[in-house]
């Protein structure tokens, strides 16, 4: 049996969960020994020892356990066909990647973020340049990844579709408009938008649900709005949350490079989206088929409006959004794309 080890920042982060543990039963299904390895600590971890000094050490004693238990990770790596990195070893710098080349080079590069800008753009050329194979999650992603080697394929960020439950009841006359992503990342991409939703909630009636790690403070006074703790086992549910999803994005060169993860699970559970056609946005959403493209206020007030009143349009557009993600962005889809990958990773000589 051909032999896979999978190396994440953790059991838990979006990118983790989706561009690697989710494949787990799939990918054994298909003949491949799976070892998932995780950041023992997980990359996320922080010390909540007080007084702060006490933290401080408490926190690097962590970091540093987290990359010894790396080191013994890498001690069996010749041992397996192919070796899948999601993102990075352990953090900043090569030494780990290094070794582990050492140890293998038949290396699936995985990463569906913008790593490469800021300190880390030399790590992720390394990477690209070394790696056996790359799988950037979109085509803005790539471009960077081929300046280094045409080892290239893009694999999106998938969805396991039979898992969520598309929305079949119809309209309760409160209709509910829904956000969900990190605490890190809804300073940048919902609160600037808070403002218009404040004052179209003056206009039209409808309440925002938040979806996140832990309850934010929204920096808006009058807006009507209500928190959902994030939990993994409720993502599959989302249709039961709200009515419709909204992704906003700033169009800078780190949000280009999203790969569409919260649109494409609103649109798995048969929800119309409203979403900032940046980067791979532009390419997910079909305006007027599964939702809408809004860049201006303007056209987000536009686009939330007609979805509000008409609940006919979100059943229909929901549908559809829900058909799309099938077709083109679940795991039936893109599991024989990276079966093909690995087997040719796999058959390569060290």
């Given amino acids: 049996m051909k ?10 982060d979006p990118a983790a969960r989706f561009r690697f543990i989710r494949l787990i039963p799939y990918l054994q299904s298909a003949g491949w020994e799976v070892t998932h390895r995780p950041n023992r600590p997980d990359r996320q971890w922080s010390s909540r020892l007080q007084p702060r000094l006490v933290r401080q050490l408490h926190y690097r004693a962590g970091r540093l356990l987290m990359r010894l238990n790396r080191y013994r990770d890498l001690s069996d790596a010749g041992e397996f066909d192919v070796v899948f990195t999601n993102r990075d070893l352990a953090g900043p710098g090569l030494i780990l990647e290094k070794r582990l080349y050492r140890k293998n080079p038949r290396i699936v590069y995985d990463f569906d973020d913008s790593l490469f800008i800021g300190p880390n753009t030399a790590a992720v050329a390394w990477m690209c340049a ?11 992603l790539a471009e960077f990844a081929r300046r280094y080697t045409d080892r290239v394929t893009v694999i999106p960020t998938i969805i396991d579709t039979d898992a969520y439950e598309p929305r079949t009841n119809g309209d309760n006359g409160h209709v509910r408009i829904g956000w ?23 206009d039209v009636p409808f309440e925002l649900v938040v ?29 039961h949350q709200f009515d419709i999803g909204i992704m906003p994005l700033e169009d800078d ?20 989206t409203v979403a900032s056609p940046v980067g791979v946005n532009a390419v997910i959403i079909q305006p007027g088929v599964t939702g809408f493209a809004a860049r ?13 009143r008409d609940a006919g349009q979100r059943a229909r557009l929901g549908h559809a959004a829900r058909q799309r993600c099938v077709q083109d962005y679940s795991i039936r889809r893109w599991l024989p794309e990276l079966l093909a990958i690995f087997d040719r990773v796999g058959g390569t000589k060290p």
């Fill in 3 to 12: 032999r896979l080890l999978g190396f994440t920042q953790s059991a838990f």
């Fill in 130 to 140: 070394h790696a056996a194979w790359v799988t950037p999650g979109n085509e803005y």
């Fill in 180 to 202: 969900s992503g990190s605490d890190q990342s809804i300073r940048t991409t919902l609160f600037p938008r808070l403002p218009m939703l404040e004052r179209l909630q003056a």
């Fill in 211 to 239: 979806i996140t790690n832990t309850r934010p403070t929204l920096p808006a006074a009058n807006l009507r709005w209500s928190f959902v703790p994030w939990r993994a086992a409720d993502e599959p549910a989302l249709s």
């Fill in 253 to 272: 060169a780190i949000q280009r490079g999203k790969c569409g993860l919260k649109l494409l699970q609103y649109m798995a559970a048969g929800l119309p």
């Fill in 296 to 308: 201006t206020e303007p056209e987000w007030r536009d686009a939330l409006v007609s979805l509000i």
